[in-house]
C-alpha cells in the first residue's frame, strides 16, 4: 500500500484547493481531453461542501500524483487525478477505496450538483 505524506505548506482549505488545482491541470496538458473545466467545478463543490479545516493536499512519495483528502457530510474522501481514464476519481477513505465517481470533461453540470448534493445528505 503507498504512503502519502502531507504536504502542510497550505494554510487553509483554499490554500489546498490551489494547488491541487494547478497540479492535475499542469499534469493533464497534452492529454486528449484538457481537465481544467472539471476541475475547477469540482473544486467549486469541494469548497462549497467540504467541512471547514479538513481539506489538504498530499501527495505519492515522488510527488507525482497530487492526491485532494477532504470531509463532504461527515465522509473522508480523496480526490485524485488518473492519467489512464483522464478523470478526476473520487473514492471513499483512502486512495484504494471503492470509486465513488469519476468526474471528466464529459461529466455534466448537473452530476456536479446531484453528486455533491447527496453527500451533503
Known amino acids: 500500500m503507498p504512503q502519502f505524506a502531507p504536504v502542510r505548506s497550505e494554510t487553509t482549505d483554499l490554500d489546498a484547493v490551489r494547488r491541487y488545482a494547478v497540479s492535475v491541470i499542469a499534469q493533464s496538458e497534452g492529454e486528449a481531453l484538457q481537465m481544467k473545466a472539471v476541475t475547477l467545478a469540482l473544486l467549486g463543490g469541494i469548497m462549497w461542501r467540504g467541512a471547514p479545516g479538513s481539506t489538504e493536499m498530499i501527495q505519492d512519495e515522488m510527488g507525482t500524483n497530487a492526491i485532494l483528502s477532504t470531509t463532504l457530510g461527515g465522509r473522508h474522501l480523496t480526490f485524485s487525478y488518473d492519467q489512464n481514464t483522464e478523470s478526476i476519481e473520487m ?19 448537473g452530476d456536479f450538483e446531484r453528486t455533491f448534493s447527496a453527500l451533503w445528505g
Do not use: I, Q, Y
Request: glycine share 10%.
Open 91 to 109: 473514492r471513499e477513505g483512502t486512495t484504494d477505496g471503492p470509486v465513488l465517481h469519476r468526474f471528466c470533461n464529459r461529466t455534466l453540470v
